[in-house]
C-alpha cells in the first residue's frame, strides 16, 4: 500500500460513515440540537465536506467544489459563501439546514475531488511544506492527517447524534 492508498482508504471510510449517518433522516431530525448550543447532524456533516473540499482545494492548488460544482447554490445558506464553519456560533450553526441528499451528494462530491487528488500524491509530496503560517510549517502530510482526523470526529459526532435519535 502506498502512502496515497492508506489516505484514500481513510477518507473512504469518512464517506461510508457520513452518508451512513445522514440516511433516512428527515431535515428536521437532522436540524435538531439536543441542546441549545449544540451542532447538529447537518451541521457537522455539512462542516466536514467543507473543510475537506477547502483544505483539500488549497493543498492541490484547485478550486472548491462548493463553489465550481454549484455547492453553494444548492445549499443556499444565509452565510458567507466562502464560510465552512470554523468558529461558527449557534446561531451560525442553526442556519446550516439541509436534506439528506443534499448534504450526502456534497461530501460524495468533496470526496470524489480528495481521491483525484490523492492520486497525483506521491510520497515525497508529503514532506512539502504548504503552509508556513503555523509554528512549525505544516507539510502536505500533515495537513492531510489534520483533514481525516477532524473528518472522523465530527462524522463520529453525527453517528452518535443519529443514535440518540433513535434512528
Same mark, same amino acid.
Request: negative net charge; proline residues 3%; glycine residues 8%.
Given at each position: 500500500?502506498?502512502?496515497?492508498?492508506?489516505?484514500?482508504?481513510?477518507?473512504?471510510?469518512?464517506?461510508?460513515?457520513?452518508?451512513?449517518?445522514? %440516511?433516512?433522516?428527515?431535515?428536521?431530525?437532522?436540524?435538531?440540537?439536543?441542546?441549545?448550543?449544540?451542532?447538529?447532524?447537518?451541521? +457537522?456533516?455539512?462542516?466536514?465536506?467543507? *473543510?475537506?473540499?477547502?483544505? *483539500?482545494?488549497?493543498?492541490? #492548488?484547485?478550486?472548491?467544489?462548493?463553489?465550481?460544482?454549484?455547492?453553494?447554490?444548492?445549499?443556499?445558506?444565509?452565510?458567507?459563501?466562502?464560510?465552512? #464553519?470554523?468558529?461558527?456560533?449557534?446561531?451560525?450553526? #442553526?442556519?446550516?439546514?439541509?436534506?439528506?441528499?443534499?448534504?450526502? #451528494?456534497?461530501?460524495?462530491?468533496?470526496?470524489?475531488?480528495?481521491?483525484?487528488?490523492?492520486?497525483?500524491?506521491?510520497?515525497?509530496?508529503? %514532506?512539502?511544506?504548504? %503552509?508556513?503560517?503555523?509554528?512549525?510549517?505544516?507539510?502536505?502530510?500533515?495537513? +492531510?492527517?489534520?483533514?481525516?482526523?477532524?473528518?472522523?470526529?465530527?462524522?463520529?459526532?453525527?453517528?452518535?447524534?443519529?443514535?440518540?435519535?433513535?434512528?
Amino acid at each position: 500500500m502506498t502512502p496515497a492508498d492508506v489516505f484514500i482508504d481513510f477518507f473512504e471510510r469518512i464517506l461510508e460513515n457520513g452518508v451512513a449517518a445522514v %440516511d433516512g433522516l428527515t431535515d428536521e431530525q437532522l436540524a435538531h440540537r439536543i441542546a441549545p448550543d449544540a451542532n447538529s447532524i447537518a451541521w +457537522l456533516i455539512w462542516h466536514a465536506a467543507r *473543510v475537506q473540499d477547502a483544505q *483539500v482545494a488549497h493543498a492541490a #492548488g484547485s478550486e472548491e467544489v462548493w463553489l465550481s460544482q454549484g455547492w453553494v447554490e444548492r445549499f443556499a445558506l444565509d452565510i458567507d459563501p466562502a464560510d465552512h #464553519g470554523y468558529g461558527h456560533t449557534s446561531e451560525q450553526v #442553526g442556519k446550516v439546514r439541509a436534506g439528506a441528499d443534499l448534504l450526502a #451528494g456534497y461530501l460524495r462530491a468533496a470526496h470524489e475531488a480528495t481521491v483525484a487528488y490523492l492520486r497525483t500524491v506521491t510520497e515525497g509530496d508529503l %514532506d512539502e511544506v504548504i %503552509d508556513r503560517s503555523w509554528d512549525p510549517p505544516v507539510t502536505r502530510g500533515v495537513r +492531510l492527517v489534520s483533514i481525516a482526523d477532524d473528518d472522523a470526529q465530527h462524522v463520529g459526532q453525527a453517528a452518535y447524534l443519529r443514535g440518540l435519535l433513535g434512528s
